[in-house]
């Protein structure tokens, strides 16, 4: 089998439906669109010599795609895309001249997977090794603006089935301590909670704060600082009785996990399609992390990750981002990553499962290569 050809489409897309915000400090939702224009996502295809294809939708950075594909991935047509290793390893010495944006190093990655699930007409989690299809969700909240949105919220999802919490919060680290407490309150003794600090504090406040969730037997402390001195990561590490969980937006994938775990700067590493290399580049940060009797969860929504979820051993549970009172209620609705009774029932059909109209992207593409 060989690669035939390497394309890309911007397209117009939608702003979106919930909007929210993270932190103080932070972006919200959306990527900066002005609201009355409308923001451009990225379709790629990879289509090879035997008819079968492997396709995947952007929306991280999806302006730079078409000059990425036109002069760099085209460069790959006549590899074998089932050769998933060669052609990841392969994109990291694109990345050496580029430096490319972290989530576009795994597409290469994914559209290979996509057309090795289909041509072996095994779903991607088997292929990736196999472990267990129905995955445990937690319910990842964004930021609310007062103490009553988070327990309303946090309460409706106890009653559609989320056994499992982690708060985005404000960034204020004794408001945020009381609303951590209340969460162990509202979701009872025997809930697993989670914490992610989205890298707002420095060492002695994310300390001090860590001390309040392991008081509550919170399963894990998230990104506190950010994660370029390993030094602080280390201490906290050496004072908190909690896991730490970090290295989420450090770049260079396994090798860079690898440093992180050789320091003692976490507890638990983080993994995903997008931020490290793809389907590949998780895969390797998740037996990294087995060989070292770690966990490797894994970050982020959308059918890579669900897939990932399913193949991964040491990972705990797959993150859904809860909005609103309306988007909680449509979590079953969501086809192959609707969520039932706290449960994601990954997808047992091949390949990654993007559904795209091509007639409808080559109708409304903005720009294609």
């Known amino acids: 089998m060989r690669i035939t050809d390497i394309r890309c489409w911007l397209v117009e897309s939608n702003h979106p439906p919930y909007p929210f915000r993270w932190r103080a400090g932070l972006a919200g939702s959306g990527d900066g669109t002005p609201a009355h224009k409308r923001p451009l996502k990225a ?53 050496r001249i580029e430096e490319l944006p972290m989530a576009h190093l795994g597409l290469i990655d994914q559209l290979a997977w996509d057309i090795k699930s289909k041509r072996a007409g095994l779903p991607l989690y088997q292929l990736l090794g196999g472990f267990d299809p129905e995955v445990p969700a937690y319910a990842s909240t964004v930021t609310w603006d007062t103490m009553g949105e988070y327990e309303r919220h946090i309460k409706h999802c106890i ?3 989320f056994k499992a919490f982690k708060l985005h919060a404000w960034g204020d680290a004794r408001e ?20 992610d600090g989205s890298a707002g504090w420095d060492y002695v406040t994310s300390l001090w704060f ?4 392991q008081d509550e037997g919170f399963l ?35 090798w860079n996990m690898a440093s992180w775990i050789q320091a003692k700067a976490l507890d638990m590493t ?22 070292h009797g770690m966990r490797a969860q894994v970050h982020g929504m959308g059918l890579a990750n669900a897939q990932l ?31 039932k009774g706290g449960m994601l029932t990954v997808s047992g059909a091949p390949g990654l499962g993007h559904a795209i109209d091509w007639k409808a992207v080559e109708r409304h593409a903005v720009a294609r290569v």
């Open 210 to 213: 860590g001390r309040v969730l």
């Open 309 to 339: 979820c399913a193949a991964i051993r040491n990972n705990d549970y797959y993150e859904q981002l809860v909005m609103s009172t309306e988007q909680i209620d449509g979590l079953t609705e969501l086809g192959p990553l609707a969520i």
């Open 43 to 95: 379709v790629l295809r990879m289509d090879t010599d035997e008819d079968v294809f492997g396709a995947v939708e952007v929306t991280q950075a999806p302006a730079g795609l078409p000059s990425l594909v036109e002069r760099r991935f085209k460069a790959l047509i006549g590899e074998n895309p089932l050769n998933t290793e060669k052609l990841w390893h392969l994109i990291w010495e694109i990345d």
């Open 159 to 161: 009653d559609v089935g």
């Open 176 to 195: 945020d301590a009381k609303l951590s407490r209340n969460l162990r309150k509202w979701a009872g003794p025997d809930a697993d909670l989670m914490f």
């Open 270 to 291: 983080r993994a995903s399609s997008f931020y490290k290399g793809g389907i590949t580049g998780a895969i390797k940060i998740a037996h990294l992390s087995d060989a």
């Open 220 to 254: 894990w402390y998230e990104e506190p600082m950010r994660e370029f001195e390993l030094g602080s990561y280390v201490k906290l590490c050496e004072k908190l009785d909690i896991p730490i969980l970090a290295a989420e937006t450090s770049d260079g994938c396994h």
